[in-house]
């Protein structure tokens, strides 16, 4: 039979163009039964090839769509291929929904943030996203391990991250010290005594300590503002304090006129002629006429002998304690 079919092509057409399915291998040849791997036209005289991305097992083809498709997920480069082996998967970490591509680089690369061990893939699904709290910028990746942890002090709750600004940072007076976090809970706040202006911090070290002086009971504090100082009279030692109640008034006999002291030292002794009686003053009070006060640091003043007495408060020294004359004396 086809030896018949090779006669007619010879005795019909040995001048001027072939019938579909045949062709003139050279020209002035007798025109052939076009071979696996080609098809001709009717009226042309030679067969073509199939194109790449495309191959055909069967001789005498006439149109351009006999040449079969490689599917989905594979490619060849091969022109007038002759049998489906030509078409070679797709590598891993890409993927094609097109049929009949005809070069490697037709096949579609896994976005940043997926990866894919995968060969052949015919899908964009192939492509398994990174998991919450990594992130990948890796295009083609064909490995979960192209996957990276968000580091300490952020968070990403969405599969799937292309971009390390996915992994977000935990926001200002929280701190985290997981790495690979999913979700903002991971977020500590700064203890109440401290606090921490910047995004993502990564230790709890990032919250800094109010001042001695100072004290917060403000959790998760963003800025030093929250830090309130203690109050005239008073003073604190302790940074980091987390309650009023750390401000200790400052002693009888002494006196603060400043907010925030930081150290008892602050606390200044009553000068000569004054004295103070309670704890926390802002000021000393003068001694009043009729005693004395011959020290620093006084928590009451001497009364100036009996029928004695002094010209003015304020008196430093116990001879300024005078015998005053008598009304009776001024008006007689
Ligand atoms: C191929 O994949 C793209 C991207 O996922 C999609 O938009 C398109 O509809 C798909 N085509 C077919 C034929 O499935
Ligand atoms: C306040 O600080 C004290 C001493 O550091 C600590 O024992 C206490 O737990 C803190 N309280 C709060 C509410 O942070
Ligand atoms: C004594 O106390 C009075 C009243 O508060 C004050 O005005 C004065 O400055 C004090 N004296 C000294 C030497 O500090």
């Known amino acids: ?43 042309t005289e030679l067969c073509k090839r199939c194109a ?13 769509e006999s040449c079969i498709h490689c599917p989905a997920g594979t490619w060849s480069s091969q022109v007038g291929a002759i049998s489906p082996e030509a078409c070679q998967k797709c590598p891993a970490g890409y993927w094609s929904n097109r049929t009949g591509i005809g070069a ?51 968070y990403n709750p969405e599969e799937g991250a292309g971009l390390p600004s996915h992994c977000r940072p935990c926001p200002a007076g929280t701190w985290s010290d997981a790495i690979s976090a999913r979700s903002s809970e991971v977020c500590q706040p700064c203890p109440a005594g401290s606090f921490s202006p910047g995004l993502g911090a990564f230790s709890q070290k990032a919250c800094a300590k109010c001042s001695a002086g100072t004290w917060s009971d403000t959790i998760g504090a963003s800025s030093h503002k929250s830090c309130q100082t203690c109050p005239i009279g008073s003073y604190s030692d302790v940074p980091g304090a987390n309650s009023s109640k750390t401000c200790a008034a400052c002693r009888k006999g002494t006196y603060q006129p400043i907010r925030g002291a930081a150290e008892e030292a602050l606390c200044i002794p009553c000068a000569v002629g004054n004295y103070s009686n309670k704890i926390g003053q802002a000021a000393c ?7 004395y006060g011959d020290g620093f640091g006084l928590t009451s003043c ?26 009776s004396t001024v008006f007689p």
């Open 285 to 291: 009070h003068y001694c009043p006429k009729g005693s």
């Open 104 to 154: 490697i680089d037709k096949c579609t690369r896994c976005p940043a943030g997926t990866w894919s061990s995968a060969k052949g893939a015919g899908s964009e699904s192939a492509c398994v996203k990174c998991a919450k709290g990594k992130w990948s910028p890796h295009v083609a990746a064909v490995s979960e391990e192209a996957c990276v942890s968000c580091d300490a002090g952020r």
């Open 1 to 43: 039979m086809p030896a018949l079919v090779v006669l007619v092509g010879l005795l019909l057409h040995l001048g001027g163009a072939c019938p579909a399915g045949y062709g003139k291998p050279v020209k002035g040849s007798p025109c052939m039964i076009c071979p696996e791997g080609t098809w001709s036209a009717k009226g």
């Open 302 to 327: 001497r009364a100036c002998p009996e029928g004695t007495s002094t010209y003015q408060h304020g008196a430093i020294r116990a001879e300024l304690c005078l015998a005053m004359p008598s009304e």
């Open 52 to 64: 790449a991305g495309t191959w055909s097992d069967e001789r005498g083809r006439s149109s351009k």
